[in-house]
Each structure stands twice: as structure tokens, then as C-alpha cells.
């Protein structure tokens, strides 16, 4: 029996060791891993792309009372281009809205539309629109009920294509100037080239010219490696600073309504380090303005947006 136990001691003995061995062999591996050189720009697979996104706006008087909440959402179908020439081609699959707690309603015109996105220098097309973003569209667009949008709103469904390109703006290669690709370790950061830039927001005749958003010092920090979708991701945080913009809306062709405001906002990207496609990115933004209308007393209110985009599968619509 004496003989069984010291065997059974010497055996139970040489798992613990190997046991032991095995599990700082993987903490060394785990660390060498953290520790490494990544590539945050890798080239993008050419596998078809399914988005969606929700836009989450809330309105608040100056004592904090929430006067209503808008929220949009978008289906987006990315196919990648195969030699660069346009850009990716982008289809709009579906967009509803839901202003101020009432249904939500499509809107028709926006289901089907294609167009194509690839970032440039200045993030403008050749016609000056951003992200190449056509204006036109979102001139007097109606919901499924027949109802024209509010032009505040149609704003807010314009941008919400812009929010989503402007996440390509932070995950990837920002050519010339500083960008993602600068980022190597875990815990390096930057001041991104797109710090104090300043992009045009007129929309057609509705939000007229000289009207501009400016972002502050845009900063981003590799903060951790993560699990999105069964893939491990870079989590990338991005922050605009403190940033400002100044609307000039046209509700009738004789009355201009000019707003002035900050804005501060930041989130997170989680960007697949194989395949080169962001699986998720998040929004927060807070927004102080004061708006005059014409024959009119001052308003002054705040905002809050909370946006959340997942790379999923083929959406059933």
C-alpha cells in the first residue's frame, strides 16, 4: 500500500509540475502576444458586408427634462470593390424613424438606394459632398405614410450615413497624416489628422451654405485587444475633442433659422484584425445649442446621441 500511495504522490506530483509548466507557457505566450507589433490596417477581405445601425437622439430642456427621443435605423449592404476604381458599393437596405415616440415608419425613397464610398484626402467627392453622400436624395423625402420629413429630421437621416462613414475616417489608413496605422502597441495614442478639420454640412436648399461642423483635437488610443462576432478585434477609442458646428436651416425660402452649438463626442471600434472590416462601433455624443429664429425669443437646448453599428449577418427584411 506504502508503495501505491508514493507512486500515486510521484504521479500526481509530475501533473503539477506539468500543469504548471503548461500554464506559464501560455501566460508567456499570452504576454508576448499583448505585447507585440500589431497591423491595424490590414487589406480588407472582399467577402460582402451586412450593417446595422441605430441612432438614438434625445432631446432635454435646460432643467433636464427630456422633451422627446428620435431614433433611426439603418441596413446597410457593403459589396468591396475589386480594383478601387469607385470605391466600395454601399446599398441602403431599409431606413426607419421614429420621431419624438411616434410609430416607426419607413421611408421608401432611402430602400434600394446605391451608392459608392471611398475615403479621400479631404473626405469629399468631386462634387464637394461628403463621403460622396448625394444631397439630392434627402430633398423633401416622405415617409411610408405619404408625410414629408420634418427638415430637422431630414438632417438627422442624412447623417446618419455620415456618422457611418466616419468611422472609416478612424479605422483606416489615413494616408499622409497621422491615423490609425501609427497606432502599433497596445497603449499608444495619437492626435489624429482629422484634429480641428472642419467639413461642410449644407444639405441642399434646406441647410444652406456656410454651414460647417469642426471637430477639435480628434485623438485615438489602441486601449486592449477583444472578442466581436468569434473574431479578436483591435478596440480602438477615438475622442473629437471639445468641437462646435453652426446650422443655417431654410424651413421656407424666406426664413433662415441659424443654430450655434458645441459638441463633444467619443466611442469605440472594434476592428477585425484578419479580415481588415470593423464588427461593431459606438457613439456618445453630447450637444449644447442655442438657435434663433426670426421674430422669435432665443431657444437653447440639449442633446444626446447614443449610436450603436454591428457587422451582422445577411439581415431577413
Known amino acids: 500500500m506504502k508503495r501505491i500511495a508514493t507512486c500515486l504522490l510521484l504521479i500526481f506530483g509530475f501533473a503539477s509540475i506539468i500543469n504548471g509548466a503548461s500554464a506559464q507557457k501560455k501566460k508567456a505566450n499570452f504576454q508576448d502576444f499583448l505585447s507585440q507589433d500589431f497591423n491595424l490596417v490590414p487589406q480588407h477581405s472582399k467577402d460582402t458586408q451586412y450593417f446595422e445601425m441605430e441612432s438614438r437622439m434625445m432631446n432635454y430642456a435646460l432643467d433636464g427634462t427630456r422633451l422627446g427621443t428620435d431614433v433611426y435605423h439603418l441596413f446597410l449592404r457593403c ?4 480594383d478601387g476604381s469607385k470605391g466600395d458599393e454601399y446599398t441602403c437596405l431599409q431606413f426607419t424613424a421614429k420621431i419624438n415616440g411616434a410609430p416607426e415608419v419607413a421611408i421608401p425613397s432611402l430602400a434600394g438606394w446605391q451608392y459608392y464610398f471611398r475615403l479621400t484626402p479631404d473626405g469629399k467627392d468631386e462634387k464637394g459632398q461628403v463621403f460622396g453622400i448625394d444631397h439630392a436624395r ?11 420629413i420634418p427638415v430637422g429630421n431630414t438632417y438627422h437621416v442624412y ?11 478612424f479605422c483606416e489608413n489615413s494616408g499622409s497624416g497621422n491615423g490609425i496605422q501609427n497606432l502599433k502597441r497596445l497603449g499608444d495614442k495619437i492626435v489624429h489628422a482629422a484634429a480641428n478639420s472642419q467639413a461642410p454640412v449644407n444639405l441642399g ?17 489602441f486601449k486592449g485587444v ?6 479578436t478585434c483591435a478596440l480602438i477609442e477615438y475622442d473629437s475633442g471639445e468641437s462646435s458646428f453652426v446650422m443655417k436651416m431654410k424651413p421656407m425660402s424666406n426664413m433662415e433659422v441659424n443654430t450655434k452649438g458645441s459638441s463633444h463626442y467619443w466611442g469605440d471600434i472594434y476592428k477585425d484584425l484578419a479580415s481588415g472590416w470593423f464588427q461593431k ?7 449644447v445649442h442655442e438657435t434663433n429664429v426670426p421674430g422669435m ?11 450603436s453599428i454591428k457587422n ?6
Open 138 to 148: 434627402f430633398e423633401n423625402i416622405k415617409d411610408a405614410n405619404g408625410n414629408a
Open 281 to 287: 462601433a459606438t457613439l456618445h455624443e453630447m450637444v
Open 79 to 82: 459589396v468591396p470593390s475589386t
Open 226 to 231: 477583444s472578442r466581436e462576432n468569434e473574431k
Open 205 to 221: 436648399s434646406q441647410v444652406a451654405e456656410g454651414s460647417y461642423f469642426k471637430n477639435g483635437e480628434v485623438t485615438l488610443l
Open 159 to 169: 447623417n446618419a450615413f455620415i456618422d457611418f462613414h466616419s468611422m472609416y475616417v
Open 297 to 307: 425669443q432665443k431657444m437653447n437646448s440639449v442633446v444626446e446621441r447614443n449610436i
Open 312 to 317: 451582422i449577418k445577411q439581415p431577413v427584411l
